[in-house]
């Protein structure tokens, strides 16, 4: 009898790795940014859906393109930013959502569709986050009252504590909202005037133009004044002392925005599984957990909001005229130009 208990307890231990591999046999593969996949969320929909979920990561929209452009296979979902949507979109490089299974779309902020003129009706892109950068203040050195524009980067107040990200698209986006121009602007004449505003207003204060390192000079007391995004400032900052070292504000009259959509390839190989998470990412209390961990604002999901459990960074009504970076095509070669001159020319 004892033999044959343990020859029965081998045999149930021998079969039990095989019943968990039939159990998960699916699987997804995301290819999404660096750390803009909450593990919770990831380990709850595998235990949902019995699959296994595969993320790769990128840096930037131009390192997830080149890659697919390449011939790189086996993803399901990515998740590009407005202007490489729709560059794809007009490449056939994604396949419609299966809008049977987007029953959570109905808790998507209509702002999102109005904003996204590229796909306004989510048939090949449905938003997963909308953000812009804005404008952070260090009030541990900062005792005086100051400009709640973006012109703020004028005042001599600031003059080499001061820093701008280096990206054209943003910070020119900048100077054509402060001047009352569209953010895509292609007009000649509003073009000079943005160019005009940062090179002889603005750049005389920096310390420097800066996409990298902005957040650590804040956080060391080197930088009293940064554009850039909040998530970066606060990531720098620790959080007990986020309430009295930050001031982040985006301008009334908004700015550059951008927004990240999942999407599905033409060739994904489970297309079926890339339909359900999308549309489960769209679960209030799930998409809630997608805010908590990074403290996003609220925007995307409106529902979301009762489900959030932690502050965000800033409310998600400041963001409500920033207007989004679209592709501008050939007329890039005008903004790379005029770019070049701020930096190194004048």
Known sequence: MKKILVLT???????LPFVSCKKKERTLYLYNWTYYTPDEVIEDFQEEFNCVVNVDSYASNEDMYAKLQAGAEGYDIVVPSQDFCSIMIAQGMFQPLDQSKMTNKVHINPKVFEKATYDPEMKYCCPYYFGAAGISVNKQKVNFEYDRTWNIFADKRFKKHATMMDDMR???????TYNGCDVNSLKDSDLANAKNLISKSWK???LKFDAEGFGKSFANGD?????????VIYGEVPEEDWESTIDFFIPENGGPAYLDSMCILKNAPNPELANEFINYIH????YAKFLDA???PCFVNKDAAAFVKTK???E??????????????????KYDSIWQDIRFKE
């Open 283 to 286: 679960r209030p209390e799930v």
């Open 316 to 333: 998600a009504s400041q963001m409500d005229k920033c207007t989004l970076k679209i592709d501008l095509g050939d007329g890039l070669a």
């Open 9 to 15: 307890a081998a045999l149930m231990l021998f079969s």
């Open 170 to 176: 943003e910070v020119m986006g900048d100077a054509l």
């Open 312 to 314: 965000p960074m800033y």
């Open 204 to 206: 005389p204060n920096l």
């Open 223 to 231: 930088v009293w004044l940064a554009q850039g995004y909040a998530e």
């Open 294 to 296: 990074f403290h996003f």
